[in-house]
C-alpha cells in the first residue's frame, strides 16, 4: 500500500537531507585527505609582481627591548605570531585577540577555516579577503611557517615571536591530541600506545604518511624546516640560528609567566594586556606522565626539536638576566596576583571543568576526534560592567573569539556540523 502524501514527503526530505551531509562530508574529507598542492616552497611564493605591504628587508630589525616604566615608549602594534602546535599557543593568541579588539587593529585571517591551509606552507592568497599589497598589523593563525610570505604582509619593523615546549611533552601531548588521525597508529594495539610506539618507532613511523609531521619534530616542521633532516646535517644549526635572527622573541612555555613579562616589556604593553587564563588544556586525567626512560627516548625521537630547545633555553635565560632577576621575580608576581585576581571575578567556581560542565556552548572548546578532553570554563552570571567584556574575552575559545571577529569559517563549521551527526 503507498504511503500517505504526508510520510512519502517526509521520506523524501530526510533522504535529501541525509544525501546533502554525505556529498558534504566526501567533500570535506577529500579536502582534508587529499594532499596539498602546494607543499614545496618554490610553489608558495606570491605571484611575481605582487606588490607587498612595504619593502621587506632580509631579515628584521633588531627591537631594543623597552622599559615601559621609564615612559619613553610606545606601544608595539605589528605583530607576527608563529604559532605552534601543542605549547600554550592558544592562550597567547587570546591576548594577541584581545589587544587588537582592544586598539582596533588589522588582522590577517584565513579563509574558510581556523589555520592557513596547514600543514601547506604559508602564502599571502590564503589570507581572507587579501589584495597585492594589503598591509596587516597582526598574524597569529596556526601555519608552516614561510617567512617571506609572511614578511610582505606587515611593516619593516614588526616585531616577529614564537613559542617553544620541552620536546618530550610536546610530543607526548602532540601523541595523544593528532594520534588518532595519524593512520600509522591504528597499528598500535596495546593499552599504552605511546610507550608501545616509543619502544621501537621506525617500526611504525612512516615520514610520508598522512598527518606524520605531528609526530616527529613537530617544532622544526613548524617553523618551516625538513623536520626529517639527518641530526649531523649542518642545515640543522643554519636553521636554529636563523630562527635566532628572524624572531625578536622565544617563548617558552614552561617558563609562560617570565615569557609573558619579556613579551611585555618587549612590546611596551601594560600588565592588563598579557593577563590570562589558561586556553585548550587537557584534562588531568587525559595526561600521562612519561617515565625517565621513556621521556629520554621521546626526546632522542625529536632531536632536531631538542637541539632548537636547548639552544632558545639558553637564550631565555640570557634575556632573564639582562632584565634582571629580581626585576622578573617582581613582574612574575605582579602578573599572578593579578591573575588570581581575574580568577576570582570571571570564573564560575574558580577553576576549569570538563566538557560536559560547561553551560554555554560559546564556551565549549573544540576537542580532540573520538575524545572531550579539553577543559573549558563557565563565566560567572553576575560580573561588574567594569569586568564583563574583558572576563568574556579572556574565557572564549580561539573558533568563537575567530568568528566574533567576523571570521569566515565555513569549513571549520561543516567539520563540526558532521562530527556532531556522527558524534565523533
Given at each position: 500500500?503507498?504511503?500517505p502524501?504526508?510520510?512519502?514527503w ?13 556529498t ?18 618554490a ?19 633588531a627591537l631594543t ?21 601543542k ?13 587588537g ?17 596547514y ?10 579577503d587579501?589584495r ?31 613559542v ?28 599504552d ?14 615520514p610520508?604518511?598522512y598527518n606524520?609531521?605531528y609526530?616527529r ?16 646535517n649542518?642545515?640543522?644549526?643554519e ?16 617558563y ?11 612590546l ?9 587564563f ?18 629520554r ?23 632573564v638576566?639582562a632584565f ?16 588570581e585576581?581575574?580568577?576570582?571575578i ?15 556552548s ?14 573549558g ?21 580561539e ?5 566574533d571577529?567576523?571570521?569566515n ?16
Open positions: 500500500m503507498p504511503l502524501q504526508k510520510k512519502r517526509v521520506s523524501m526530505a530526510k533522504g535529501l537531507v541525509l544525501g546533502a551531509l554525505f558534504s562530508l566526501l567533500l570535506l574529507l577529500y579536502s582534508y585527505a587529499a594532499p596539498p598542492l602546494h607543499t614545496g616552497l610553489s608558495t611564493r606570491t605571484p611575481e609582481g605582487t606588490a607587498p605591504c612595504s619593502p621587506a628587508p632580509g631579515e628584521p630589525e627591548p623597552a622599559n615601559g616604566s621609564a615612559g619613553g615608549c610606545q606601544p608595539r602594534r605589528d605583530i607576527v605570531f608563529m604559532k605552534t602546535h605549547t600554550a599557543s592558544s592562550t597567547l593568541l587570546n591576548i594577541l585577540f584581545r589587544f579588539q582592544k586598539h582596533g587593529l588589522k588582522f590577517a585571517f584565513p579563509n574558510g577555516r581556523n589555520d592557513f591551509d600543514p601547506a606552507f604559508f602564502a599571502r592568497s590564503l589570507v581572507q587579501y597585492p599589497g594589503a598591509c596587516f598589523n597582526i598574524i597569529c593563525n596556526h601555519m608552516r611557517f614561510h617567512y617571506e610570505e609572511v614578511r610582505g604582509l606587515v611593516p619593516p619593523n614588526a616585531t616577529f615571536i614564537t617553544l615546549r620541552d620536546p618530550a611533552r610536546l610530543f607526548e601531548s602532540s601523541f595523544h591530541y593528532f594520534g588518532s588521525v595519524v593512520p600509522f597508529t591504528w597499528k598500535l594495539s596495546g593499552s600506545k605511546l610507550a608501545e610506539f616509543l619502544q621501537d618507532p621506525d617500526r611504525y613511523y612512516d610520508n604518511g606524520a609531521h609526530l619534530n613537530l617544532l622544526f616542521f613548524d617553523l618551516g624546516y625538513d623536520s626529517g633532516l639527518d641530526p649531523g649542518p642545515q640543522v644549526q636553521h636554529i640560528l636563523e630562527v635566532e635572527r628572524r624572531f625578536h622573541l622565544v617563548l617558552l612555555q614552561e609562560f609567566d617570565e615569557s609573558l613579562v619579556l613579551l611585555k616589556d618587549l611596551c604593553w601594560e600588565l592588563e594586556d598579557v593577563l590570562y589558561k586556553l585548550n588544556a587537557r584534562r588531568a586525567s587525559a595526561v600521562p606522565r612519561l617515565s625517565g626512560e621513556l621521556y627516548r621521546a626526546t632522542a625521537w625529536n632531536v632536531l626539536d631538542a637541539r632548537l630547545y636547548r639552544h632558545f633555553n639558553a637564550s631565555f635565560w640570557r634575556k638576566e634582571g632577576r629580581e626585576r622578573m621575580a617582581r613582574e612574575v608576581a605582579a602578573l599572578r596576583r593579578a591573575n585576581r581575574m580568577r576570582r570571571c570564573i564560575d567556581g574558580g577553576r576549569a571543568v570538563d566538557a560536559a560542565a560547561i553551560q554555554d560559546a564556551m565549549q572548546p573544540w576537542q580532540p576526534l573520538g575524545a572531550k578532553s579539553i577543559l570554563y563557565n563565566l560567572k552570571k553576575s560580573i561588574g560592567q567594569r569586568h564583563a567584556q574583558l572576563c568574556r574575552r579572556m574565557l572564549t575559545p573558533i568563537q573569539y575567530l568568528m571577529l567576523g571570521v569559517l565555513w569549513v571549520t563549521k561543516l567539520w563540526k556540523l558532521i562530527r556532531d551527526f556522527l558524534r565523533w
